[in-house]
């Protein structure tokens, strides 16, 4: 966690660099980010990112499928993917103690962040962070579940990995992209991922318009649940597991 | 002649495990056409951050968008090199877990040297393709008067950045020895090392300029060869002349590797069983 935590640290200091020459560039205001809000943005993206997971393990329910030990998964009394997702919205809790706040917090000591003063943007940050790190799930689960049609799902993971860090906002924020470039991001579920909940906790979105992105991340939940719920029924009647 | 003939028989293992991996690698064409894919894929986004905040402002850290290209492509192209020749040592911490590293002692030939060749993954060409790419553009866009030294210079960064990168990937795989489980840790200067250099330098502040430009000096890979080429002054602390102490800097990441290597190496105990 300690290494992790250094790493998230050292590229932190780099995109913040870069951004605010960006943004000393500019004139001082850069697709609406200030040099605090920036940093507000850098940091609170490197203290996320463990939570929210933008890469794709290759032990996690693709492993299970080509050993075929999904079999015992689907012979419990519980359903498979929410099993999964409990079990990622707990790491997900365990690596913003050790690992999101201290990013945070050393960005905050070093460079400054200019974060909201009243406590609604933090109630409905949470809820924002939650919910991105339930569409980074069934985004990831989706994937993985390819693993019932596909032998080696690493060319897909590359695929989903590369995707989901650009179009997150991860090195980028997705307010600084080119218009054409910013309708196909939103037209992803991944800007609900990271770019969302930092929009919400950094106050950059606040009232209704706050509200408004809390729901397309809802709406994206909802929409990357069923493509992962329709694939698993799928892939559980084309499964043939040999042995006994 | 016979020196030829002796390199030739030297090398002829390396070749033939080098052939019977690229026949592995293609004799999955699909697999194979997705991984390139995947390659260019990351190489492509890399361009695009790059590109988006040259979208947004003309000038960063005193470079232009050209100028950029050509940073971006040097560093690149060193880094993808390394990545192709040595970038599967970080496979190490698991042979470390599993306790498999023991069979690389029993051999008679160097660990490291073992290692290094088990593998060449043709996908990261595709990397290289992209960079490149920007590096070719970088050269035609930007006005560079061509001579002999120009020439020198490109060759100086390209190999002598190509070995900087691999030296770094050592030291990565060499405290794997030490921190079991450290791949988080190491990538800050690995992959974070790559991500400083292909960024101009003059934007960092001062302790990441010294990071970067004299503990893990990745700057003399593209961003100093860049300056000279274009005859820009550097900033502070670090001057384009520098550029021509590449061969220093690579020199000292092998030997800062060497002897992190050797300690690596000789403090290993064995997995036992």
């Known amino acids: 966690m300690l290494a992790g935590l250094c790493t998230n640290v050292v590229f932190g200091f780099i995109r913040a660099a870069i951004l605010f020459a960006a943004i000393a560039s500019a004139g001082g205001h850069l697709a609406g980010y200030s040099r605090g809000s920036m940093s507000a943005y850098v940091w609170l993206s490197q203290g996320l990112l463990g939570a929210v997971e933008l890469s794709i393990q290759p032990t996690d329910v693709a492993e299970r499928i080509r050993t075929g030990d999904i079999a015992v998964d689907f012979t419990r009394p519980v359903d498979v993917q929410g099993s999964y997702l409990a079990a990622d919205l707990g790491r997900a809790a365990y690596t913003l103690i050790p690992r999101g706040l201290p990013s945070v917090a050393v960005g905050a000591l070093t460079v400054g962040l200019v974060m909201p003063s009243s406590v609604l943007p933090y109630v409905l940050g949470l809820v924002s962070v939650v919910l991105g790190v339930s569409v980074s799930f069934f985004c990831r689960y989706a994937v993985n579940i390819l693993g019932f049609w596909l032998v080696e799902t690493r060319g897909v993971r590359t695929f989903y990995i590369v995707c989901a860090t650009f179009f997150a906002g991860l090195f980028v924020p997705v307010h600084m992209f080119p218009a054409w470039l910013r309708v196909i991001a939103d037209a992803t579920p991944f800007p609900s991922i990271l770019q969302s909940p930092i929009d919400v906790l950094s106050g950059r979105v606040i009232g209704d318009d706050a509200v408004r992105v809390v729901v397309i991340q809802a709406g994206w939940v909802v929409a990357t649940c069923l493509v992962g719920r329709v694939l698993t029924a799928a892939g559980r009647r084309k499964l043939e597991v040999q042995g006994g | ?273």
């Open chain 2, 1 to 273: 002649m016979a020196d030829l003939a002796r390199v030739a028989d030297w090398s002829a293992p390396y070749r033939a495990v080098i052939a019977s991996r690229i026949r592995a690698q293609r004799s999955y064409p699909v697999s194979f056409g997705l991984d390139l894919f995947g390659s260019l894929l990351v190489g492509v986004t890399e361009f695009a951050e790059v590109w988006v905040i040259f979208h947004n402002v003309s000038v960063l850290g005193g470079l232009t968008f050209h100028a950029v290209l050509l940073v971006f492509g040097l560093s690149n192209l060193a880094f993808s090199a390394a990545d192709l020749v040595v970038g599967h040592i970080d496979t190490l911490p698991t042979y470390i877990r599993l306790g498999t590293i023991d069979a690389f002692y029993l051999r008679p030939q160097p660990v490291l040297a073992q290692l290094m060749t088990s593998e060449l993954s043709l996908r990261r060409l595709a990397r290289i393709a992209v960079a490149v790419a920007a590096l070719v553009a970088g050269l035609v866009t930007n006005d560079i008067e061509w001579s002999a030294a120009v020439v020198a210079m490109l060759l100086i960064a390209f190999v002598g950045g190509a070995v900087i990168f691999a030296g770094l990937f050592v030291c990565a795989a060499a405290l794997q020895f030490f921190l079991i489980n450290g791949a988080e840790l190491t990538n800050s200067f690995t992959y974070g090392g790559s991500y400083a250099s292909s960024q101009p330098a003059s934007v960092f502040p001062s302790p990441l300029k010294a990071l970067f430009g004299y503990l893990v000096p990745v700057v003399f890979t593209a961003y100093l060869p860049t300056l000279w080429l274009l005859h820009l002054p550097g900033p502070a602390g670090l001057p384009a002349w520098l550029a021509w102490f590449t061969p220093v800097a690579a020199a000292w990441v092998c030997l800062a590797a060497a002897q992190l290597w050797r300690w690596g190496s000789h403090h290993y105990q064995g997995g036992g069983g």
